[in-house]
C-alpha cells in the first residue's frame, strides 16, 4: 500500500484525494529551480510572499497541522541525519522560514522572510520523551496512548491569527527521544503555508534526504489559474464564507471542547467488496467515498463538507503537478443523501466537483448556524520517514486537528502503512446510538474494543 521509492517528476503526477492507494514517493535526482526565486510572481513589492485572499479569508483561524510518527528502530546516526535533512529543506523552500505579516498596504496577508530566535525552522528541535515509555499492542490503543503522551511534546505553532501577532514561526520538525530504540517525530506546518498534500509532500522531501536521495523541489508561485470552481452568486459567497466562518468561530469560542477518539478502519478485501456493492450510477466509488458515506451516517447534521485536492487531474486545469500551498477545497452538500450512499459522494466530486445547490440556494440557517459535518480524508497523501532498519509504529494528529472545533470533524488516514483510522470528535454514546441505525457503518469500522 505505501511506497518509498523515488520516482521522476516526469512521470509522476499529483495524487488524487479520494482514493485509498497512496503514491510513491518521490525524490528528483536531477538539479531545478529551488522555490521562492526572484521571478517569483507571488513575491510582493517589499518582497514579501503574497497569500493569496481566499486563503487569508478561509485559513486564519485554523490550527497548524502537526502529526506524530512513532518509530522502532531509531538510532543517533538517524537523528543527525534528520538534523541535516531538515536545514536542507527549509533552504529549498525558504516560505518555511518565513513569519506572517500585513500584506501591503496593511490588507491581507503575506509571508516575510525572518530569523527565529526560538524553534528555527532550519534546526530540529530535540526534547527528551518519558523514560518509562511503553506503547499498547492494539492499533487503537496506541493512537490514544500516542496522542496523550507525545501530543503535549509537539510544540504548538497556532493559527495564522496568532502567528501574525507573535512572529512565531511556521514550520518545524521535533525529535521526541524514547528508550530502547525509539524516537517519534513531529512535523508541524501552518495551514497559511499550505494544504495536507504540501504537508506530507514536505515529509517525503525529509525522506528522500535522509535516505540519501536528492529531493524534488515544490514550485511556491501563484499560478493565473481561479479556484472559484463552482462559480457561486455573491448571495451564496457571503453565505459559505462571511456568515460560516464567523459562525464557526463563536462555535470554538462558547462551544466545549471535544474529545478525540479513534476507530480501527475494516480490512481491504471487505472494502473492496462493498465498492463494488454501492457503486450504483456512479462510474466508481472509491475507498474514500465507502468511508465517507458510513462517517456520516452517524451525524445529525443538515450540511456536509468533503475535502478535495484540487490537484487531481481535470479538477483546476493549468494547475502545476508539484506547486505548494492550499490547493483543496471543500465540496459543501446535504448530509442525508451522502449517508450510506457512497455513489453520491463520487458524482459530487468528480472532475470537476460538480455544484450541487443552484444559484442562490446555499440555505441560510444551516450556515448561520454551521450546522456542518467535516470529513478529510489524507489517505492517498500520507508519507512517513523509513530508514533501512526502521518501521512506523503509529501515526497520528495532534488533537488540536479535532477537538480544537465544537462541530463534528472526522480526519481519516494512516496510523501505520498497514492500518486506515478514523480519528473523530463523537460522543461515543452518539457513535454507538448513531451505528446501531447505520446501515454502511458496521461494515466500515470494526467495534471499539471496551
Known amino acids: 500500500m505505501m511506497g518509498n521509492s523515488c520516482t521522476s517528476a516526469r512521470s509522476a503526477k499529483a495524487p488524487?484525494?479520494?482514493?485509498?492507494?497512496?503514491?510513491l514517493s518521490r525524490c528528483e535526482t536531477k538539479e531545478e529551480p529551488t522555490a521562492w526565486c526572484p521571478s517569483s510572481n507571488r513575491l510582493n513589492k517589499k518582497g514579501?510572499?503574497?497569500?493569496?485572499?481566499?486563503?487569508a479569508e478561509s485559513h486564519a483561524m485554523a490550527p497548524s497541522t502537526t502529526t506524530i510518527t512513532l518509530i522502532d528502530g531509531w538510532t543517533t546516526t538517524h537523528t543527525e541525519k534528520l538534523r541535516a535533512a531538515v536545514k536542507d529543506v527549509v533552504a529549498a523552500n525558504p516560505i518555511l522560514s518565513g513569519k506572517v505579516v500585513a500584506g501591503e498596504g496593511g490588507k491581507g496577508l503575506a509571508i516575510a522572510r525572518t530569523e527565529h530566535k526560538t524553534l528555527d525552522p532550519a534546526t530540529l528541535n530535540v526534547v527528551a520523551g518519558p523514560s518509562d515509555f511503553e506503547p499498547p499492542a492494539d492499533i487503537v490503543a496506541r493512537c490514544n496512548y500516542c496522542q496523550d503522551v507525545l501530543g503535549p511534546l509537539a510544540p504548538n505553532l497556532g493559527s495564522p491569527t496568532q502567528q501574525k501577532s507573535s512572529g512565531g514561526p511556521l514550520f518545524n520538525v521535533t525529535l521526541i527521544e524514547l528508550p530502547g530504540h525509539r524516537a517519534a517525530y513531529s512535523v508541524s506546518l501552518s495551514r497559511i503555508v499550505g494544504d495536507g498534500w504540501t504537508y506530507y509532500a514536505l515529509i517525503d522531501q525529509l525522506n528522500c534526504l535522509i535516505n540519501g536521495k536528492a529531493l524534488e523541489p515544490l514550485t511556491w508561485d501563484e499560478p493565473n489559474v481561479s479556484k472559484e470552481v463552482d462559480h457561486w452568486s455573491d448571495r451564496d459567497?457571503?453565505?459559505t464564507s462571511k456568515l460560516m466562518i464567523p459562525a464557526a468561530i463563536s462555535?470554538?469560542?462558547?462551544?466545549a471542547r471535544r474529545t478525540?477518539?479513534?476507530i480501527e478502519i475494516v480490512d481491504h478485501e471487505v472494502i473492496s467488496v462493498l465498492k463494488s456493492a454501492s457503486r450504483g450510477d456512479a462510474a466508481f466509488v472509491s475507498t474514500n467515498d465507502v468511508v465517507?458515506?458510513?462517517v456520516y451516517e452517524t451525524y445529525r447534521n443538515n450540511l456536509a463538507m468533503t475535502y478535495c485536492n484540487l490537484r487531481s487531474e481535470g479538477r483546476l486545469p493549468g494547475l502545476q503537478p508539484r506547486i505548494g500551498g492550499n490547493y483543496d477545497r471543500p465540496v459543501l452538500h446535504p448530509r442525508a443523501p451522502a449517508?450510506?450512499?457512497p455513489d453520491f459522494i463520487r458524482n459530487k466530486i468528480i472532475p470537476p466537483?460538480?455544484?450541487?445547490?443552484?444559484?442562490?440556494?446555499i440555505p441560510f440557517w444551516p450556515m448561520a448556524k454551521c450546522d456542518i459535518g467535516f470529513v478529510n480524508n489524507i489517505t492517498s497523501l500520507t508519507k512517513f520517514i523509513v530508514t533501512p532498519n526502521t518501521t512506523v509504529s503509529c501515526h497520528v494528529g495532534h488533537r488540536d486537528l479535532v477537538e480544537i472545533f465544537p462541530l463534528n470533524v472526522t480526519i481519516i488516514g494512516h496510523a501505520n502503512p498497514t492500518t486506515l483510522i478514523c480519528n473523530h470528535n463523537i460522543k461515543p454514546a452518539d457513535l454507538k446510538a448513531a451505528a446501531r441505525s447505520a446501515k454502511l457503518f458496521p461494515k466500515v469500522f470494526k467495534p471499539p474494543t471496551e
Open 237 to 239: 459567497k457571503f453565505r
Open 48 to 55: 514579501n510572499y503574497s497569500v493569496p485572499e481566499t486563503d
Open 292 to 294: 465517507t458515506a458510513a
Open 251 to 255: 462555535k470554538m469560542v462558547t462551544g
Open 339 to 341: 449517508a450510506g450512499n
Open 260 to 262: 478525540s477518539q479513534f
Open 353 to 361: 466537483p460538480h455544484v450541487f445547490f443552484g444559484k442562490n440556494e
Open 16 to 23: 488524487p484525494q479520494d482514493t485509498m492507494e497512496a503514491p
